[in-house]
Nanobody
Framework: QVQLVESGGGLVQSGGSLRLSCVTS????????IAWFRQVPGKQREGISC????????YYANSVEGRFAISRDAAKNTVYLQMNDLMPEDTGTYYC????????????????????????WGVGTPVTVSS
């Protein structure tokens, strides 16, 4: 059974940093890509970062470009999201997600991404950035 478990969220002051982790399990194959999403109450879930495993290319939404970095430690089955220079508008619940089929990272971090398009999701970790 595939599972994704996020951790690392919390309360941080504006300008601070957090590193989120997503531990994956249950895969009998290597997934093609994995993404981080963010949801704010009352708004649609948005893709903010994506890692294409085959070519190790990374993709970011404009709102986090230059401040966030996605990485992966395959030996630990863990994907990370390093978040720097956090702002109050980064507040939300952060999810990692993937699928058994290939999906384009360029779409995952764009408004065109359907929030339910990916099959596997974690339960999320909350991030609160105070001003």
């Amino acid at each position: 059974q595939v599972q994704l478990v996020e951790s690392g969220g919390g309360l941080v002051q504006s300008g601070g940093s957090l590193r989120l982790s997503c531990v994956t399990s249950g895969f009998t194959y290597d997934y093609y890509a994995i993404a981080w999403f963010r949801q704010v109450p009352g708004k649609q879930r948005e893709g903010i970062s994506c890692l294409s495993v085959g070519d190790e290319k990374t993709y970011y939404a404009n709102s986090v470009e230059g401040r966030f970095a996605i990485s992966r430690d395959a030996a630990k089955n863990t994907v990370y999201l390093q978040m720097n220079d956090l702002m109050p508008e980064d507040t939300g619940t952060y999810y990692c997600a993937t699928d058994s089929s290939p999906f384009p990272c360029q779409i995952a971090v764009s408004p065109a991404m359907h929030p339910n398009a990916l099959a596997y999701w974690g339960v999320g970790t909350p991030v609160t950035v105070s001003s």
